[in-house]
């Protein structure tokens, strides 16, 4: 890979992140504060995402990289995306504000794929090539959330329009990124999309506990990507988005040690740490305040990266290891659909009733009372694991090497 096709790939995974980084975290405390939505309907807003993950698979693997080239289907999706955010962030009623944003979200999350395929194109060796330049996405988020907490937008429609302007600008920056044609067979099937070829993999115990306790933990954790910010702004916390990014400082370097961690641990005990961290960010979120005790909030952001590292990374590991070659990609595309798409979207409605049910008659909310929900949630689920999930050595070897390469 030349130095100009790095650089390029690399402001892609910047850009890609930032844009993203802009506009979701920060949108509840809008939502809320500023155009007075309900708890239930800042929910299902960051819920737009989850939904949109459980459908882009029809568009990615059916359309997209079968029949376009992924540069130009990259540039007209976020095109479109900066325009439709653009408008979304104009609107002050929750009706049409949903369906303009879940427009949006259909147009963007599928170029999350698109551009890992994309990067993947460009590589000889993208075990040891992809991490240096996915990062750059991490760093992207990071800038987004610095900028905007720093400008103090978090309580404005600026996020959303600045991730429209950086949007358009990525739009037009893919049609300058190395040509990639369709490389996939035109026929494709349903269950080949949904990663249906995968089910027979549920037939083995630990693989079903795996995807169902998956299943369950998505459900608390999103209580903390819609209202983290909410919560914090409430509260006073000066710079909210700002000190959010901790959180995905953290993940970097979590990242570079998780080969130590996974040869300590094995993938197991590293699943039930990641399962473990979520209860514990939360349970500091509900005793912390913005007084002596806030060094409580900082810990609970500064866990993201093992939340994330050691539950979502360690997870798409493990199934990478479980997975016969030829259904690998399958099995991914199931987890991912069961995640990010069905357990994220179950618990962006559930986090928003919460909210709404601990609602002060004064203004404001129980968030003491709001927290330990999802940390009990966690924990019971990470209880349920502990007893019945089982991991072999050989998966634990297999993911020291693959968490090395990456």
């Known amino acids: 890979m030349s130095l100009s096709v790095r650089i390029k790939l690399s402001l892609l995974m910047f850009l890609q992140y930032f844009v993203w980084g802009a506009w979701s975290v920060t949108m509840g405390t809008w939502l809320g504060q500023t155009l007075g939505f309900s708890g239930e309907q800042i ?6 995402t989850a939904l949109a993950a459980m459908i882009s698979p029809f568009f990615v693997g059916m359309i997209a990289d079968r029949f376009l080239a992924t540069e130009k289907i990259l540039a007209a999706l976020h095109l479109i995306g900066g325009l439709i955010l653009f408008f979304g962030s104009t609107m002050s009623a ?11 979200a259909l147009c963007y999350m599928p170029t999350l794929a698109l551009s890992n395929s994309l990067s993947f194109h460009q590589m000889r060796d993208p075990a040891r090539e992809f991490p240096s ?13 610095l900028l905007v907490g ?12 600045l991730a429209a302007g950086a949007s358009v600008l990525l739009g037009l920056f893919c049609f300058a990124l190395p040509h990639t044609p369709p490389t996939r067979s035109r026929r494709a099937s349903m269950a080949g999309v949904l990663g249906l070829d995968a089910l027979s993999l549920l037939r083995e115990r630990s693989f079903a506990i795996f995807v169902l306790g998956s299943f369950l933990i998505c459900i608390p954790l999103q209580f903390y990507y819609a209202f983290a910010n909410p919560f914090l702004n409430e509260i006073q916390v000066v710079n909210a988005a700002g000190k959010m990014t901790l959180g995905q400082m953290s993940e970097i370097g979590f990242m570079l040690v998780m080969p130590l961690f996974f040869r300590k641990l094995g993938v197991k005990n590293m699943l039930l740490v990641g399962m473990a961290a979520w209860t514990a960010r939360y349970l500091l979120f509900a005793y912390g305040d913005n007084g002596p005790l806030v060094w409580m909030l900082y810990a609970g952001i500064l866990l993201h990266g093992i939340c994330y590292d050691f539950f979502f990374v360690t997870g798409q590991i493990y199934v ?3 997975a016969p070659p030829d259904v690998r990609a399958a ?6 659909f069961v995640t990010l798409g069905l357990g994220m979207f179950i618990g ?4 928003g009733r919460i909210v709404d049910a601990f609602a002060l008659p004064g203004g404001g909310h129980a968030w003491e009372r709001i927290w330990i929900v999802p940390a009990a949630s966690a924990g019971a689920v990470l209880v349920l694991f502990a007893l019945f999930f089982r991991a072999d050595e050989r998966e634990s070897e297999a993911g020291v090497r693959m968490a090395a390469r990456t």
């Open 150 to 161: 720093t400008l103090g937008l978090e309580a404005t429609a600026m996020p959303m329009r």
């Open 331 to 336: 099995a991914q595309g199931l987890i991912a």
């Open 43 to 48: 929910g299902l807003a960051a819920g737009t």
């Open 94 to 104: 929750f009706g049409p504000f949903y369906a303009v944003l879940l427009g949006y």
């Open 320 to 322: 990478d290891q479980k």
């Open 133 to 145: 330049i996915r990062v750059l996405g991490t760093i992207g988020w990071i800038v987004a959330g």
């Open 348 to 351: 962006s409605w559930v986090s």
